[in-house]
T-cell receptor, first 111, second 118 residues
Framework: RKEVEQDPGPFNVPEGATVAFNCTYSNSASQSFFWYRQDCRKEPKLLMS???SGNEDGRFTAQLNRASQYISLLIRDSKLSDSATYLC????????????FGAGTTVTVRA | GAGVSQSPSNKVTEKGKDVELRCDPISGHTALYWYRQSLGQGLEFLIYFQGNSAPDKSGLPSDRFSAERTGGSVSTLTIQRTQQEDSAVYLCATSRGQGRGQTGNIQYFGAGTRLSVL
């Protein structure tokens, strides 16, 4: 089983729509969770950290469900510039700095 | 600059040649990672450094691949006798790697080296 699994998509949505997707992780000892964004032919960049209580950053909301070992990302009022691949990222244990990256979920926002 | 710097940005080489890829980390970041990403694929972990030591080399695909880090700073990834299947983008990332908590684990990526083996 992969350490981090994501629905590859693509999710094709119109501007202004809400899009949401999840990822699951296998290591119950994981303590650090992130969403990264990767644009075509560019390096990954941190979008947001994910905290136990859930957190919001503008139009982006991240949730963590430890019991079911999944993380979600919701994008409200989608913009054309949100088109990218979103990588779910989880650390390997309670005190391990090595991160496992999901293969990514592709989102395409159309005009 | 303040970010992770990788050089060269592009490298074209002939099959069988050796190549060296360089990564300059963010100042003060003790953890350094190398990844490989083929076109349309996810990130493939290669090696992890904490300071100058490499506790995890499990991702290196073959003994043609090696990496070192000196002075807890610059790292070099060397690929010997390159093969066409080595063609990919090689990404370096660094993190503070200190203390507990999520912020120490956040990895910051360089722009990568695009390697093409002809």
């Amino acid at each position: 089983r992969k350490e981090v699994e994501q629905d590859p998509g693509p999710f094709n949505v119109p501007e202004g729509a809400t899009v949401a997707f999840n990822c699951t992780y296998s290591n119950s000892a994981s303590q650090s969770f992130f969403w990264y964004r990767q644009d075509c032919r560019k390096e990954p960049k941190l979008l947001m950290s994910v905290y136990s209580s859930g957190n919001e950053d503008g139009r982006f909301t991240a949730q963590l469900n430890r019991a079911s070992q999944y993380i979600s990302l919701l994008i409200r009022d989608s913009k054309l510039s949100d088109s990218a691949t979103y990588l779910c990222v989880v650390n390997k244990g309670s005190n391990d700095y090595k991160l496992s990256f999901g293969a990514g979920t592709t989102v395409t926002v159309r005009a | 600059g303040a970010g992770v710097s990788q050089s060269p940005s592009n490298k074209v080489t002939e099959k069988g040649k050796d190549v060296e890829l360089r990564c300059d980390p963010i100042s003060g970041h003790t953890a350094l990672y190398w990844y490989r990403q083929s076109l349309g694929q996810g990130l493939e972990f290669l090696i992890y450094f904490q300071g100058n030591s490499a506790p995890d080399k499990s991702g290196l695909p073959s003994d043609r691949f090696s990496a070192e880090r000196t002075g807890g700073s610059v790292s070099t990834l060397t690929i010997q006798r390159t093969q066409q299947e080595d063609s990919a983008v090689y990404l370096c990332a660094t993190s503070r790697g200190q203390g507990r908590g999520q912020t120490g684990n956040i990895q910051y990526f360089g722009a990568g080296t695009r390697l093409s083996v002809l």
